[in-house]
């Protein structure tokens, strides 16, 4: 989105917020979770809505769960928030929409709520996420990799100093965070790794709600680093590749085998697919500042990164960068480092998709994560 009202982006939606005497989340999994005990003391919550007709007509987390067609909307009054993930949230809104409900009216997305929210009620700037990468570094060689390892000549590989220094500038801003995640490359081969999670957890885990890290499930760290991860109240999403990496199935069971050893939660997530964002086979060079402002605000990517005392646009921009495929001009950065305590709105609506132009140089390269690119492959298949 680009910015027409720098500072005042989101003056009505706020409006429409407070207006709202009770809510519905929609999406009964983790971001409904974790979202709960954040609102349960600042709005009235009817429930859950979820499509899986295996969660509706039970309870989740203390609400009761049903479908669309069950719940009790009074205009006006009743809001819906939008408590899903980024790939599964396009179908979503499509479906509240064909329903006859408007968008920052009748329902919300959890990220723009919660931060919005926030910001105008109590001055306070609540983030739902930051993606913190301090390494590409990995044992995979994924032909879709969404850090562009196979165009890359190194990996990249920060320096300790340097990730302290952002972790601080970033809570001198953001005073709190529903879920950092610590990414990668394989965070799990990465030297300082267990240094990472526990500056994080010792030094701001009060202003996190959720710490995470992910691991692609073929390499058991060291016991020293588990010990430090063990130390920490941090999650750990083992992603399950054992179809297409079989040769690493007995690594995967010894890496369950420990992190139950030392108490750490963890939990393992399979899909079915992945999206390539195909840079080799895109080049929309030739569209206009309008077509790229519809790819990027129609891209249902979420995630920004924080690096070098600045917070990217879109995540994967700034890994083609890193990577050496992509020129990231300033436009697509925030630079904490210049920024006062009085430009918390502005922070909040970069982090929620505004910029200078309204998209990223890598718009040019990049198919999007949305439902409409049509590359897909199976997930971690490996180059030859």
Request: glycine share 6%; aromatic share 14%; charged share 30%.
């Amino acid at each position: 989105m680009k910015w027409k009202n720098r500072g005042h982006e989101f003056d009505a939606v706020y409006e429409e917020m407070v207006k709202r005497d009770e809510y519905y989340f929609f999406g009964a999994g983790d971001y409904g979770k974790q979202f709960l005990p954040i609102m349960s003391q600042e709005i009235t919550i009817k429930g859950y809505i979820d499509n899986n007709r295996e969660k509706q007509g039970k309870e989740y987390q203390g609400y009761p769960c049903c479908s669309l067609n069950e719940i009790e909307f009074i205009p006006g009054k009743t809001g819906i928030i939008i408590t899903v993930s980024q790939m599964q949230r396009s179908a979503i809104m499509d479906q509240l929409k064909q329903a006859g409900y408007r968008q920052n009216k009748d329902f919300f997305i959890i990220e723009e709520f919660l931060s919005v929210y926030y910001v105008y009620k109590y001055g306070k700037v609540y983030f739902s996420s930051i993606s913190f990468l301090p390494s590409t570094a990995c044992n995979l060689k994924c032909k879709a990799c969404l850090n562009f390892n196979p165009y890359a000549k190194e990996f990249y590989v920060r320096e300790w100093d340097q990730i302290k220094k952002d972790i601080d500038i970033f809570f001198q801003h953001v005073d709190r965070i529903m879920l950092f995640h610590v990414s990668g490359g394989e965070p799990m081969i990465y030297k300082h790794i267990g240094e990472v999670i526990g500056y994080l957890y010792h030094q701001y885990g009060d202003r996190i709600d959720t710490l995470r890290t992910v691991t692609n499930g073929t390499v058991v760290p060291d016991d020293e680093i588990l010990e430090q991860l063990a130390r920490c109240d941090v999650e750990i999403t083992v992603d399950d590749y054992r179809e297409t990496v079989p040769q690493y199935n007995d690594n995967f069971a010894a890496l369950l085998e420990k992190l139950e050893k030392y108490h750490i939660r963890y939990y393992v997530n399979k899909v079915d697919e992945w999206i390539d964002l195909a840079p080799d086979r895109t080049d929309f060079s030739d569209w206009s500042e309008e077509q790229l402002q519809r790819h990027f605000d129609e891209c249902c990517q979420s995630w920004q990164e924080l690096r070098d005392g600045k917070l990217y646009s879109c995540n994967y921009d700034a890994y083609a960068t890193v990577a050496g495929i992509n020129a990231q001009p300033d436009d697509e950065s925030l630079d904490l480092q210049t920024m006062t305590r009085s430009q918390k709105k502005e922070l909040v609506e970069f982090r929620l998709g505004f910029n200078a132009k309204g998209y990223t140089n890598f718009c040019r390269k990049c198919r999007g994560i949305g439902r409409s690119n049509p590359f897909k492959c199976q997930p971690a298949e490996q180059q030859e």
